[in-house]
């Protein structure tokens, strides 16, 4: 029985790659590719028992919206459509006239702008069980959206670029803190004061 | 001359795929490093609303999901909105004892820095929602995050 010593044979690789396709295929199926994107708010601390209440603020200085449970706005009393409630929060915020009605202003001295002055505005955000929470979001939004749009309005005065803009260059490693601090006096002139009832039914 | 001239009908030999699997591969490392497993199996309907002034959820690690909307199931669970942590319903009541035990994974450095991400339908209606929120500040988780889908400027 001489035989001749068999090579050892090269073990085919040509399936390799229905492997790698099918692992392939999983994790294609499987992976999420959703960024999570939302509106980020900060809830206020619990009530303690025996809290004194806050003190009283004037009239002219809150903006109460309010959303009932056939998700219709009221306004300042107004009956109002989610469309205009972004111009008419920010003639609140920023009265430009310096109306009587609408917010007072104090002088605050803000690093990089000087004196400047800031309204005392505070928006009320009241809402039924009932609201949809479409509408809900579409109020914050509408509210937030007008905050943003007088930052730009205000950035694009002082520094010449958007406040996106500023923001975006503040997340910067090197060289952020120069915007940062732009930021910073930009959010001093118009903070974002968006205050929640604590819940209650205010009915249909 | 016969020599020099061995096949006569030498046509474009194939193309070789024997680097077929190295570029599969490669693609293949790509989505296993960049893949996130579906955090749950959704049990509800969730259609988010729509928002523009949205921010970017940074650290997933960070992040606890709380998902409301109207069960697939309707037949077993009925159509009224139910709340959903991690694959199982939960009642409200539920929510404070999920909270502290999701913060207690967490190192003890990291626990303040937490964000409760609620992914809501946007059919649900708010009772349910503020009774949750109520739930979340108690055992103060303050940082929350209303997941919506970007609306693109019109």
Known sequence: MAR????????????????????????????????????????????????????????????????????????????????????????????????????????????????????????????????????????????????????????????????????????????????????????????????????????? | MSKFKKDDNRGTPAVSTASLPDIVFMLLFFFMVTTVMREVDLKIKLNQPEATEIDKLEDKALVDYIYIGEPYNTELYGTVPKIQLDDDFADVDDIQDYIIARRADRPEALQGKITVSMKVDQETKMGVVTDIKQELREVQALKINYSTRERLPD
């Open chain 1, 4 to 204: 001749k010593k068999r090579e050892l044979q090269e073990i085919n690789a040509g399936s390799m790659a229905d492997i790698a396709f099918l692992l392939l295929v999983f994790f294609l199926v499987t992976t999420t590719m959703d960024t999570s994107w939302g509106l980020a708010r900060r809830l206020p601390p619990p009530l303690l028992e025996n809290q004194p209440d806050p003190p009283p603020i004037k009239d002219r200085n809150v903006f109460v919206v309010l959303a009932n449970a056939n998700d219709q706005l009221l306004v300042e009393g107004d009956l109002m459509e989610i469309g205009e409630l972004r111009a008419a929060a920010k003639e609140f915020i920023a009265n430009p006239n310096r109306k009587e009605d609408l917010p007072e202003f104090k002088p605050v001295d803000i690093p990089l702008l000087g004196i400047m002055q800031v309204s005392k505005q505070v928006i009320s955000l009241q809402n039924d069980r009932g609201t949809s929470y479409d509408l809900y979001i579409q109020v914050q939004n509408e509210l937030a959206a007008a905050y943003t749009e007088l930052r730009n309005e205000l950035a694009q005065r002082e520094f010449g670029m958007s406040y996106e803009q500023i923001e975006e260059m503040a997340k910067a490693e090197e060289g952020g803190e120069k915007y940062k601090e732009m930021v910073d006096a930009i959010r001093d002139v118009y903070p974002q004061r968006i205050s929640e009832a604590e819940p209650k039914d205010i009915g249909g």
